[in-house]
């Protein structure tokens, strides 16, 4: 599977975007799917989760209410709108493809079995 992420940009505090993760082949409905994101002099970090038929998801703490992971699996590609955005939350942000659910409730990107492109998300005070 091949992960290719898009929509971030340059956002005020408070303001929205939507990332998009867009998987190619066949497979996409077989694999749980998630978001990740790094800042500058940080680790890779947890943000949401979305089972394969995106009947459940889960958030890393800091996210839940701000945050919203959704797929179409029509489409093959999974999203994440963020609202209330803080300067706290500029990084890049990275897709991530697992079959297993349990790793994804791990919450740490080990184990992760494909990553898409990254795409950066800058929140200006």
């Known amino acids: 599977v091949q992960l290719q992420a898009s929509g971030g940009g340059l956002v005020q505090t408070g303001g929205s975007l939507r990332l998009s993760c867009a998987a190619s082949g066949r497979a996409f409905s077989t694999y749980d799917m998630g978001w990740f994101r790094q800042a500058p002099g940080k680790e890779r970090e947890f943000v949401a989760a979305i089972t394969k038929s995106g009947g459940s998801t889960y958030y890393a703490r800091s996210m839940k209410g701000r945050f919203a992971i959704s797929r179409d699996n029509a489409k093959n590609t999974v999203y994440l709108q963020m609202n209330s955005l803080r300067p706290e939350d500029t990084a890049v942000y990275y897709c991530?493809?697992?079959?297993?659910?349990?790793?994804?409730?791990?919450?740490?990107?080990?184990?992760?079995?494909?990553w898409g492109t990254g795409t950066q998300v800058t929140v200006s005070s």
């Open positions: 991530a493809a697992q079959r297993d659910w349990g790793v994804f409730r791990g919450a740490v990107p080990t184990g992760m079995e494909f």
